[in-house]
């Protein structure tokens, strides 16, 4: 199943219980306007009968044929070659998570010290590092046309070493092979473990292997509140609590 065919595959799936939803909220309000004995309810409870069963059944398929596809991925035996590949990337991707925090702790002081200056009406920021990993020009799935993403990533940078911090070490007893030389990546960890919807979904080990690019993206969010009705930039206090900071701007 091509990777493209998986994600129509998982759209169809969220669609199908986002309709299932949706008529059952229907149902309820209609039965709260006209009551469970009116003619309207008589002729809908057969409708969403019908279709429990029709989505029921449907959902069971969508999810047998994601179980037999990361089955049939994960079964699939690597070649020396493939350790070998699989290897360097976690070593990548330690690097990578490596200059992320760095960038990161260059410019938190500063964001930091305009939160705390009283005169500065910045009252929060945050730092996020958005992680796109590009399919390889030689993959035979690789469209000039198309992004050409396996997944898609968005790690917090905000507060000093978060989550996947150097020191950690995700191996764990049913860690592959390929990663027990070396402290296991979080964002390795992250990408072959952990499904995030159909713009972030788990990449199998065999998959990994078709990555060609990192593309990654510090984004540093500066934020601030203004109130109308007083006329004067909102800082937080502590809390719920916010106090005016009056700045001069000139026209």
Same mark, same amino acid.
């Given at each position: 199943?091509?990777?493209?065919?998986?994600?129509?595959?998982?759209?169809?799936?969220?669609?199908?219980?986002?309709?299932?939803?949706?008529?059952?909220?229907?149902?309820?309000?209609?039965?709260?306007?006209?009551?469970?004995?009116?003619?309207?309810?008589?002729?809908?409870?057969?409708?969403?009968?019908?279709?429990?069963?029709?989505?029921?059944?449907?959902? /069971?398929?969508?999810?047998?044929? $994601? &179980?037999? =596809?990361?089955?049939?991925?994960?079964?699939?035996? !690597? +070649?020396?070659? #493939?350790?070998?590949?699989?290897?360097?990337?976690?070593?990548?991707?330690?690097?990578?998570?490596?200059?992320?925090?760095?960038?990161?702790?260059?410019?938190?002081?500063?964001?930091?010290?305009?939160?705390? /200056?009283?005169?500065?009406?910045? $009252? &929060?920021? =945050?730092?996020?590092?958005?992680?796109?990993?590009? !399919? +390889?020009?030689? #993959?035979?799935?690789?469209?000039?046309?198309?992004?050409?993403?396996?997944?898609?990533?968005?790690?917090?940078?905000?507060?000093?070493?978060?989550?996947?911090?150097?020191?950690?070490?995700?191996?764990?007893?049913?860690?592959?092979?390929?990663?027990?030389?070396?402290?296991?990546?979080?964002?390795?960890?992250?990408?072959?473990?952990?499904?995030?919807?159909?713009?972030?979904?788990?990449?199998?080990?065999?998959?990994?292997?078709?990555?060609?690019?990192?593309?990654?993206?510090?984004?540093?969010?500066?934020?601030?509140?203004?109130?109308?009705?007083?006329?004067?930039?909102?800082?937080?206090?502590?809390?719920?609590?916010?106090?005016?900071?009056?700045?001069?701007?000139?026209?």
């Amino acid at each position: 199943m091509k990777q493209n065919e998986r994600f129509y595959l998982y759209c169809a799936l969220n669609s199908v219980l986002s309709t299932k939803r949706e008529i059952h909220k229907f149902g309820e309000l209609l039965k709260q306007e006209t009551g469970n004995s009116s003619e309207s309810m008589a002729c809908l409870i057969p409708v969403m009968d019908e279709f429990a069963a029709i989505s029921n059944n449907l959902i /069971d398929v969508l999810k047998k044929s $994601f &179980d037999a =596809e990361s089955r049939r991925r994960e079964l699939t035996a !690597l +070649s020396v070659d #493939d350790t070998k590949q699989l290897e360097r990337l976690n070593h990548v991707m330690n690097n990578i998570s490596r200059y992320i925090h760095q960038t990161a702790d260059r410019v938190r002081p500063y964001m930091q010290a305009k939160v705390d /200056d009283s005169d500065d009406p910045m $009252f &929060d920021f =945050e730092i996020v590092a958005k992680i796109d990993y590009q !399919l +390889s020009q030689e #993959d035979p799935e690789y469209d000039e046309d198309d992004d050409n993403y396996l997944s898609m990533r968005t790690e917090p940078l905000t507060r000093c070493r978060c989550e996947y911090d150097l020191n950690d070490d995700w191996r764990f007893s049913t860690t592959p092979e390929p990663f027990q030389h070396e402290p296991l990546s979080w964002l390795l960890h992250s990408l072959t473990e952990q499904d995030y919807g159909p713009e972030g979904p788990r990449v199998h080990l065999n998959d990994c292997l078709r990555i060609g690019q990192v593309h990654v993206d510090i984004k540093v969010w500066h934020q601030y509140i203004f109130d109308i009705k007083e006329g004067t930039w909102l800082k937080r206090r502590s809390g719920s609590e916010y106090m005016p900071v009056h700045v001069h701007t000139p026209y």
